[in-house]
């Protein structure tokens, strides 16, 4: 049978600020891709560290366009590195990120065959010790979920492929947005009519927080973007109202002296944990038997993060009104 996908130019695109640490394990990754990009167009938001000399080290082997535009945003340096791009695909990671070797190749297949117009990736966390383990058992999305539902699947900016023109009918990503971009992104496109196409096989590795702190303030900002995007608005308030009911339980079972109602709440919150995570429960009693000790502490410190989160991102949304 005869191949009749056309072969398009493929532009890859990702914005960086003081990535030191992980840009070389990218670039490295991108350049044993089975098909390489025809370029690489890196917007550097304003680094203070040796990110632009070690992007800078690997110029004379690869495509690679550096713009150095100081004070951008993810969401900024994105449409900067599109409009820059001469590709027909606009593929899209992460600094962070480690590309599997067929990454891009997967990722554009379904675009050039006329399957898509837009090609959500896979990611698998590169967790380096327990805590990181503990983090991506219980915050990552579970393939075997998204593969149930692809049609509601929506994809990260570091891993995904689409048309240029898609991105100029969409008017680009939101640059308001510090956080949750991709999201919205995601969803003008689809309300837009374009085909959307998951490809699991499309592999990036990404590690997840270091620290229980460090993923309690990431989900802040998530929260604050959703927020002032208007996003998950229900789901949020939900939350807000769970936590407000457990806050009246404590506060009347004080008040009241009804101490066994104040000696249950601890095991009312454990059994709301596990309703929510009973999945991620198993998972982490076969993968990291420890981390079943501190899911309680990271669900109530997840919600929390994400209450304030949202408030906060409420807050901006009025004030910018």
Known sequence: ???????????????????ERTIAKLIRSIAAQSRMPDEIV????????????????????????????????????????????NGEIIVSTDAGCVLDKKWLENLVKPIEQGNADVVGGWYIPDSKNWIEECI?????????????????????????????????????????????????????IKKAG????????????????????????????????????GLYISRYLVLV??????????????????????RSLPLIFLTYTFILGYRRILDASRKCKKCILIFPILRFGFDFSRILGFFYGRFLRLKRK
């Open 1 to 19: 049978m005869i191949d009749m996908q056309r072969v398009m130019r493929v532009s890859l695109i990702c914005t960086v600020k003081n990535e």
């Open 42 to 85: 890196i917007v550097d938001g304003g680094s203070r560290d040796a990110t632009v000399q070690i992007i800078l080290q690997y110029r004379e082997r690869l495509p690679i366009k550096l713009l150095r535009v100081p004070g951008t945003n993810i969401a900024q340096g994105r449409n900067i590195a599109i409009r820059q791009a």
């Open 136 to 188: 991506a058992i219980f915050s990552y999305p579970l393939l075997d979920e998204v593969l149930k539902r692809p049609e509601e699947f929506l994809p990260s900016g570091r891993s995904i492929a689409f048309r240029k023109e898609v991105w100029e009918k969409v008017g680009g990503y939101p640059e308001k947005l510090e956080t949750a971009e991709d999201t919205l992104f995601d969803i003008r």
């Open 194 to 229: 374009f085909k959307f196409k998951f490809e699991p096989k499309a592999l990036v590795y990404w590690r997840p927080r270091s620290s229980i702190f460090s993923f309690f303030k990431q989900q802040f900002k998530y929260s604050k973007g959703n927020a002032q995007a």
């Open 241 to 262: 109202s769970i936590y407000t009911l457990g806050i009246f339980l404590v506060v009347y079972s004080v008040i009241t002296s009804n101490y066994l109602l104040l």
